[in-house]
Nanobody
Framework: QVQLVESGGGLVQSGGSLTLSCAAS????????VGWYRQAPGKQRELVAG???????NYADSVKGRFTISRDNAKNTVYLQMNSLKPEDTAVYYC???????????????WGQGTQVTVSS
């Protein structure tokens, strides 16, 4: 069983920056993809950014140009650098690690406990 532990959340003013970290208890290289999701009150959880084993990254349109996802396989850690934060970025941010089977279906899916990010206007 893999455990994911997020850290780095907090309160920041609009326009500020935060860096989230997600430390895995096992090798993140074994996962096909790792990513960050967020869930604001009353809204569905949404993908913020993801990165594959090969290093390909994708972002939600709302964060493109402001957020950067990266992974350090040696440290089994995934990062989310968030710049130019806006009040609408306020949410609980969750780390996710996923493995797919040969047919492209999700075989293993792990989640962290979440970390709160609050952006004040």
């Amino acid at each position: 069983q893999v455990q994911l532990v997020e850290s780095g959340g907090g309160l920041v003013q609009s326009g500020g920056s935060l860096t989230l970290s997600c430390a895995a208890s096992g090798s993140i290289f074994s996962f096909n993809a790792v990513g960050w999701y967020r869930q604001a009150p009353g809204k569905q959880r949404e993908l913020v950014a993801g990165i594959t084993n090969g290093g390909s990254a994708n972002y939600a349109d709302s964060v493109k140009g402001r957020f950067t996802i990266s992974r350090d396989n040696a440290k089994n850690t995934v990062y989310l650098q968030m710049n130019s934060l806006k009040p609408e970025d306020t949410a609980v941010y969750y780390c996710n690690a996923r493995k797919y089977d040969r047919w492209g279906y999700v075989r293993d899916d792990y989640w962290g406990q979440g970390t709160q990010v609050t952006v004040s206007s």
